[in-house]
């Protein structure tokens, strides 16, 4: 792979915020900075705002163009005019995380003690809660006192479970998707790879490869094509690919390849054009620590205590990075003291990915869900013309 240029520069739509934050392992940021996009608009009351929050390799442009790689937004099937997320009805809001690279604090951005230098790997270690405490400055700062839902998948779920059990009174709704209360072994090792072969990378240059205006690209690519294996099926891998070769008919020379193989080469080119590796190290970190039960004394129920927020787990039944016996443990967590909480394991071949692509069962019922909420809530239809 051809040596990039470090990530261009791009005017994100970004709040910076003077106090800080403190973060779990102790540290505390000086200056913290939320990149972060908003579509609709919020009412008199602010009583319509929904908070999307993005998985490891998403970031704010949920429903728009993205300003790197020209494509449409990662989310655009479920959030927009008439779609189950209505931009029409709601003010949706979707940060970039802590530790991200699309404009929010990050190993990217400058250092509290060096300044006209990047974080680099120094920047300090996070956690899934301390993304969520970032969003909520947001939220303040946009005058919402209480979100009416939070929706995610994948780490974004994670990010929705924190959210209602640090600050309950604040979400009215809330959507976990294809998600768990803690990180399994196996995902924990999925992502060690990935971090591997970002260390081995001879561009990696301890964590200043920005110093020498290099970047870890061949390592990043492969701990990409790692991670995508995890969120597609074998079913749909098979569907797509199976052992066609790409422009041969025989396996005759060792650089004739298979179409899974280019697939996941060009999948690993293109995400090393719009993220920071140590980004990447900073964020799979906070996902393999994120452990609610842990938060709680160690009983996952008591993360939910009291809470009056209403949930709707959604899972896929080919799902194996995030099985449904994970949703059901949240689900059981919920019950256990007396949550309003219902459950669906959408059935699909597509994986983990699932939650990002056309599946009719998953929107209908993000949209029925949404739609009993609003009712209940007392917010009416906008009128169409």
Request: net charge negative.
């Amino acid at each position: 792979m051809d040596q990039l240029e470090p990530l261009a520069e791009i005017a994100h739509q970004t709040v910076v915020f003077p106090d800080g934050l403190a973060l779990d392992c102790g540290r505390s940021l000086r200056s913290l900075a939320v990149a972060y996009r908003t579509y609709g608009t919020l009412d008199a009351v602010g009583g319509n705002a929904i908070l999307i929050c993005h998985a490891l390799t998403g970031d704010q442009y949920v429903a728009e163009t993205h300003p790197l790689t020209g494509r449409g937004g990662w989310w655009s099937s479920l959030v927009g005019p008439g779609l189950p997320v209505d931009t029409d009805r709601f003010f949706v809001i979707c940060a970039n995380v802590l530790g991200g690279c699309m404009g929010s604090t990050g190993p990217g951005t400058p250092h509290d003690e060096r300044p006209g230098e990047p974080w680099g790997h120094e920047f300090p270690p996070i956690t899934i809660r301390d993304m969520v405490r970032a969003q909520k400055k947001l939220v303040d700062h946009l005058g919402i006192r209480q979100l009416f839902a939070v929706i995610g998948g994948s780490m974004g779920g994670m990010q929705v479970l924190e959210w209602a059990a640090t600050y309950p009174e604040a979400v009215f709704a809330a959507i976990p998707i294809a998600t768990a209360a803690h990180h399994s072994a196996q995902n924990i090792a999925f992502n060690e790879v990935g971090r591997q072969a970002i260390f081995a990378d001879p561009d990696w240059h301890g964590g200043e490869y920005w110093r020498e205006r290099a970047t870890p690209a061949r390592g990043l690519a492969v701990a990409r094509m790692v991670a995508h294996i995890t969120y597609l099926s074998e079913q749909a891998l098979t569907r797509k690919f199976g052992r066609r070769l790409r422009d041969a008919t025989s396996l005759t020379l060792l650089d004739d390849r298979f179409e899974v193989e280019s697939y996941l080469q060009y999948q690993g080119s293109t995400f090393v054009r719009r993220f920071d590796a140590n980004s990447y190290l900073s964020i799979t970190r906070a996902m393999d620590f994120f452990d609610l039960a842990a938060e709680h004394g160690g009983e996952l129920s008591r993360a939910f205590e009291g809470a009056r927020t209403r949930f709707c787990l959604v899972s896929f039944s080919s799902d194996w990075l995030f099985p449904t016996p994970a949703s059901r443990a949240v689900v059981n967590a919920l019950i256990r003291v007396a949550a309003n909480v219902s459950f669906v394991e959408i059935a699909s071949d597509k994986g983990h990915d699932a939650f990002l692509l056309d599946e009719p069962d998953f929107h209908r019922t993000i949209a029925g869900f949404i739609a009993g909420c609003a009712e209940h809530r007392g917010l009416k239809p906008r009128e169409r013309a």
